[in-house]
């Protein structure tokens, strides 16, 4: 059999994805065997990563990625492929060159905010102001996002923020490299714990006024250099302590 040759970009990526979806499963953020995540290979995006179908987080390792091309009119019917992955991350990768990663995910504590007649995330605390006026919100959940007409909405309502809040269902986050959207997602789960604990008080909610909130997600979008390291020292645990990822 011909050796598979990857480019070491491609590789990198891999790599790099493999361990987002091993520290997601380790945070306990998965959904079973559900939700995806895909990066961009090639410049204008339509060439992409995505995990296989139904193959847990935990157990994700860089040769396990698929390689797809959102052009592709076939992939969908491909059996390693699952309906809803290629609805959205296809649709994405097709339309927004600029999403070079996307995850999407119905963590726990996102999803109750997302379940909620106002599933804004009010600026109360540090990370929660991170999201102040930066999230897309989708209100029109219609069952399972199946269909290329469905991914390319979504697509849509994304348009030039890197957030969707995506109503009744979960989020999707898109950013430029795997470990801004690693960390990105990991503070939007932090935030909504945050506040739905401070719902739960029965207390009325201390918001920050605009302009601080305004200023605290400014300084949130000085500092990739944090997101980036943030996910490097988690591959650091990953790699002490399984680093069969890489593989």
Not at 78 to 85: E, G, Q
Not at 129 to 154: K, L, P
Request: overall charge negative; glycine content about 6%; some cysteine.
């Amino acid at each position: 059999m011909d050796q598979i040759v990857r480019t070491p970009d491609e590789q990198q990526l891999r790599i790099d994805l493999a361990a987002l979806f091993r520290i997601v499963a380790k945070l306990g953020l998965h959904e079973a065997v559900a939700n995806h995540f895909s990066a961009a290979v090639s410049g204008d995006g339509k060439k992409f990563l995505l995990n296989p179908k139904w193959r847990h987080f935990s157990r994700i390792k860089a040769s396990d990625l698929l390689l797809l091309d959102a052009d592709d009119a076939d992939a969908k019917s491909r059996s390693d492929i699952d309906p809803t992955a290629w609805s959205i991350h296809g649709q994405l990768h097709r339309l927004m060159p600029q999403a070079r990663v996307a995850m999407h995910l119905h963590p726990p504590f996102t999803t109750t905010i997302a379940s909620l007649k106002d599933p804004e995330i009010k600026p109360i605390d540090q990370n929660t102001a991170r999201y102040f006026n930066r999230m897309a919100v989708d209100t029109m959940y219609g069952g399972m996002a199946d269909t290329e007409a469905e991914g390319a909405r979504i697509a849509g309502l994304l348009g030039n923020r890197s957030r969707l809040m995506m109503g009744n269902h979960g989020v999707m986050v898109v950013a430029n490299t795997v470990g801004e959207a690693f960390d990105d997602m990991y503070t939007i789960e932090r935030a909504c714990q945050i506040l739905v604990q401070a719902y739960s008080t029965g207390q009325p909610l201390n918001v920050l006024d605009d302009d601080i909130a305004e200023r605290t997600a400014q300084d949130w979008e000085g500092i990739a250099d944090f997101s980036i390291a943030h996910f490097e020292e988690m591959k650091l645990i990953l790699d002490s302590e399984d680093p069969s990822y890489r593989d």
